[in-house]
């Protein structure tokens, strides 16, 4: 638990995460608790979306654990089912913020 909550504190220093809060906050037409308090909804499934990432790069897409009788079996890791679901849930604030991410062609291919 203290190591999850070391990972939590650190994401919530990260550039990125004040980076992404910050952009949210700049892109409300108008500024009142409910939003804010949405942005802060967000900003959690940020925290968590990133936890479940680190949680599949470190124990894969399938794991490891043990049957009834104590066989050895593989098992896909849940972390990636929970990751869709944050996603949805990420999408859905934004529609309700009314922010649209809006990503410019040339852009793209300037990262490749």
């Known amino acids: 638990m203290k190591k999850e909550s070391l990972m939590i504190n650190?994401?919530?220093r990260s550039t990125m995460y004040n980076k992404i809060k910050t952009s949210l906050k700049l892109q409300l037409e108008v500024e009142n608790d409910v939003l804010l308090d949405l942005i802060d909804d967000y900003m959690s499934f940020y925290i968590t979306k990133t936890?479940?990432?680190?949680?599949i790069e470190e124990r894969g897409v399938q794991t490891i654990t043990y049957n009834s009788r104590g066989d050895e079996i593989y098992k896909?890791?849940?972390?990636?089912?929970e990751l869709t679901k944050?996603?949805?849930q990420?999408?859905?604030?934004l529609a309700q913020l009314n922010i649209k991410n809006e990503i410019k062609e040339d852009s793209l291919y300037d990262e490749l």
């Open 90 to 93: 990420m999408l859905k604030i």
């Open 76 to 81: 896909k890791n849940d972390s990636i089912t």
């Open 86 to 88: 944050v996603n949805t």
């Open 10 to 12: 650190k994401i919530k």
């Open 51 to 55: 936890l479940l990432i680190m949680d």
